[in-house]
């Protein structure tokens, strides 16, 4: 027993000898260790100063970085994975830029099954806004409202809407009237009405012009939201005023700094829609040629460009209009293109893998084109690439860049818009087929009309941008080059 007890002692004696560095830091250490890293943090955040500099100011007071030294080597010895206080103070230095750049990207969608927060937004909202019956399940986050009530009772609030500017209102009523439409009309008819809300503004008083109108577009934003969701180049739009907004010098007066960014919105218009539409037909025109059956679907502003700019020049070449219910846009290209003298042929998506053998070019316009090489553009372009595709017909994108994004969306669910399922159900000119007349009171019975589609790249041959004409694997290129060059925003 006494050999026993005496091997015990010897074992605990050279137990701490043996393994000096296994010991746990102390509460004191750790709390050391947590304070200096928040130092590092706090300075790295306000002075943006590099990875040296910080650990100079982290070592500015002895006392922390004596005590945090031998907690350094008990953590490394024990844990040799644990990160350590300078590694720490280099990766905040490094991702600082990066948190900078997160300032610019929108918030998370509105997910409308969140019954509590859709309860909110009702609350703030200055459309009336009763949620569709019969929704389908599978789009539920998305908004769908009850369309025919919401335009009567906006216009009967035209005089008590106090901070809504008048031309932002009428912007927003022509959104809910489907007056203005397309990807480049809404953004124009928007920065048009910031341009007018911008010059009337004035800064109240005990207040800075550049947050106070930061908080006015926010809130004019808000307001097209609730009377139609936000294309992706509207959003860009905005997020170029609102960066100009905040980089505006303080030494400018109130008039100087309200011309310096109408000539903004102006510069944008001009540059990122008017001429980069004329340098994209410039591009596009090369891939016409004679004897040509070039197909488009629905109605692009920037692809009829290019067909009647094609027609100018004396090219001879037939145009195939496809189109599709319940909007028929392209009833109106087929009209204004048999006005200019262009032989066109008009039939509906359905009928599309009929007529693809006597096509040679697919010309197609887009809402927005995302970083991998996705187009979202309106719903049936995914199929009529598929079939052009299949038919090894050559499809080319027409889009500016201005629209591009750094999203990526690899379907037509997570991000779309719904329009009105009633249109569905009716059918122009055809009184006599009612058969869902009263489709709304039917609860097994959905309607389904969404606006956008996503088509994959795979089905795209090459994207022709105010940029040059490059394949869909370059669009990161396109997005990443010149966000640098804050071309963008």
Not at 175 to 198: D, H, K, P, T
Not at 255 to 280: H, T
Not at 367 to 391: C, D, E, K, P, Q
Not at 394 to 410: D, G, M, T
Request: glycine share 6%; aromatic share 6%.
């Amino acid at each position: 027993e006494t050999n026993k007890g005496d091997l015990a002692e010897i074992r605990n004696e050279d137990a701490p000898a043996s393994i000096p560095q296994k010991q746990k830091p102390s509460k004191a250490e750790r709390r050391a260790i947590q304070e200096a890293q928040r130092a590092a943090k706090a300075a790295a955040k306000e002075a943006g100063l590099s990875g040296k500099s910080t650990g100079a100011a982290s070592g500015a007071n002895p006392a922390t970085s004596k005590q945090a030294k031998p907690a350094k080597i008990s953590q490394k010895k024990d844990v040799p994975h644990a990160p350590s206080t300078v590694a720490s103070e280099k990766k905040v230095t490094e991702r600082q830029p990066e948190r900078d750049r997160k300032k610019d990207v929108p918030h998370p969608r509105m997910q409308f099954d969140d019954v509590h927060r859709v309860e909110k937004a009702k609350k703030r909202a200055i459309v009336n806004q009763s949620e569709a019956r019969n929704r389908v399940e599978l789009f539920r986050h998305l908004p769908q409202y009850v369309h025919g009530t919401q335009l009567p009772d906006l216009e009967s609030k035209f005089f008590q809407l106090e901070p809504i500017h008048p031309s932002v209102y009428k912007v927003g009523l022509q959104y809910l009237s489907g007056e203005v439409s397309g990807g480049n009309g809404r953004c124009i008819a928007m920065l048009l009405a910031f341009r007018e809300a911008i010059k009337d503004y004035s800064t109240p008083p005990n207040k800075t012009l550049s947050r106070d109108l930061t908080a006015k577009v926010s809130s004019y934003v808000s307001f097209f939201i609730e009377c139609r969701p936000l294309s992706i180049s509207m959003g860009n739009a905005i997020r170029f005023l609102k960066n100009r907004i905040a980089k505006l010098p303080i030494t400018l007066s109130e008039s100087e700094a309200k011309a310096s960014l109408q000539s903004d919105i102006d510069r944008f218009i001009n540059e990122k829609i008017v001429v980069a539409d004329q340098v994209i037909v410039s591009h596009a025109i090369t891939k016409v040629r004679d004897d040509d059956v070039l197909l488009t679907y629905g109605s692009s502003s920037v692809v009829e460009m290019i067909l009647e700019h094609a027609h100018e020049l004396g090219r001879k070449f037939r145009v195939i209009v496809v189109d599709s219910r319940p909007k028929l846009e392209g009833q109106g290209l087929l009209r204004r293109l048999v006005a200019k003298g262009i032989n066109c042929t008009y039939t509906h998506i359905n009928a599309v893998s009929y007529i693809m053998h006597e096509v040679t070019r697919v010309f197609l316009g887009a809402s927005s084109i995302l970083s991998n090489g996705t187009v979202y553009s309106r719903v049936g372009t995914a199929s009529v690439a598929m079939v052009a595709h299949a038919f090894g017909i050559p499809v080319l994108v027409c889009c500016e860049a201005y629209k591009f994004h750094e999203r990526v969306q690899l379907d037509s669910i997570c991000a779309n818009e719904l329009g009105d399922p009633d249109v569905i159900s009716k059918i122009p000119g055809r009184a006599d087929l009612g058969d869902l007349k009263n489709w709304a009171d039917n609860e097994n019975l959905q309607l389904l009309n969404l606006t956008y589609d996503a088509t994959p790249s795979d089905y795209v041959s090459m994207i022709i941008t105010d940029y040059g004409m490059l394949p869909p694997t370059s669009v990161p290129v396109i997005v990443r080059e010149y966000r640098k060059e804050q071309l963008w925003v």
